[in-house]
């Protein structure tokens, strides 16, 4: 199959969408839209014959590193080459904004690729569901969040800056903004999007196991939908013994991967849950 590659545009997204809908991924046009105002020049996708049949974006944070994401290749089209040259064009492209760390989390049918284009193992990621009557009635609330405060404390958490992109998740879901304290000062707080199939908890970070539980609770109290998604991290303590007393069952595993220096790893120990296998 021919096939040539060049820039995503917003025109894109529809196509985009397609292939997300044929993988039963949760994302929605606002995520692609998220991909495309971070990084307009950075985002591609593969097209043949005038139709899209893969997708790639990438997302810096900071310079420090950047995040590979919306790795989607149409069946019709797996195979043939899509996904590597799709890698091969973001890596291609990360290298030359000089950026020196990027990362990913990888499937398990991924991983061997990411291997041969010099990715390296970080730690492992468990998708967890929550299936369960819709909450009838349910009434979303929002809540006072100090944001500044939050988005300060999740610099040293997640390894950079990513305020623009949790602004965003907040002004799209503000009820699932949430955190709580501990003798005067910041013990937790957690994020929240409406995918397209599921409410999606994340990131979710806590500094001892019952603020982790107090944000779990209040999350759930919150989202009414019948499906709920966390990505948990297994370096951290408490997430899955929480996520299994409320009734939650694994999924599928991915893998944190990274290429080229790994200077800022955060703090993955306080980290419950990712904000989505695509944005870190």
């Not at 995520?31 to 139709?51: I, N, Q, T, Y």
């Not at 284009?117 to 369960?132: A, D, M, P, Q």
């Not at 998740?169 to 937790?188: C, I, K, Y």
Request: proline residues 7%; aromatic residues 10%; contains cysteine.
């Amino acid at each position: 199959m021919d096939f040539h590659l060049r820039v995503m545009t917003a025109a894109d997204i529809p196509a985009g969408m397609r292939l997300k809908e044929i993988a039963g991924w949760n994302q929605t046009r606002g995520d692609w839209k998220r991909f495309l105002r971070a990084s307009p020049a950075g985002c591609f996708v593969a097209e043949s014959e005038g139709r899209v049949v893969g997708t790639a974006a990438t997302i810096a944070y900071e310079g420090r590193f950047a995040w590979i994401g919306m790795v989607l290749v149409d069946p019709a089209a797996r195979g043939q080459g899509v996904g590597t040259k799709l890698l091969e064009k973001t890596i291609e492209y990360l290298d030359g904004c000089g950026i020196p760390s990027m990362k990913l989390d990888a499937t398990p049918q991924g991983k061997p690729l990411y291997e041969k284009l010099g990715f390296v193992s970080e730690y492992e990621i468990e998708r967890w569901h929550l299936r369960r009557a819709p909450a009838p009635n349910a009434v979303p609330e929002a809540n006072p969040v100090e944001l500044e405060e939050v988005l300060q404390l999740d610099r040293d958490i997640f390894g950079a800056d990513r305020a623009v992109l949790l602004r965003s998740v907040a002004q799209d879901a503000p009820e699932f903004a949430l955190q709580t304290r501990s003798e005067g000062r910041l013990a937790g707080y957690a994020f929240g999007r409406r995918g397209s199939r599921a409410d999606h908890l994340g990131p979710w970070v806590a500094q001892d196991e019952i603020s982790a539980r107090s944000i779990f609770d209040e999350f759930l109290r919150r989202s009414c939908q019948p499906m709920v998604f966390v990505d948990g991290m297994r370096p951290n303590p408490w997430v899955i013994g929480l996520v299994r007393d409320h009734g939650f069952e694994y999924a599928r595993p991915l893998t944190r991967m990274v290429r080229g220096r790994n200077d800022f790893p955060g703090r993955p120990e306080l980290q419950c849950a990712v904000l989505g296998p695509e944005f870190g």
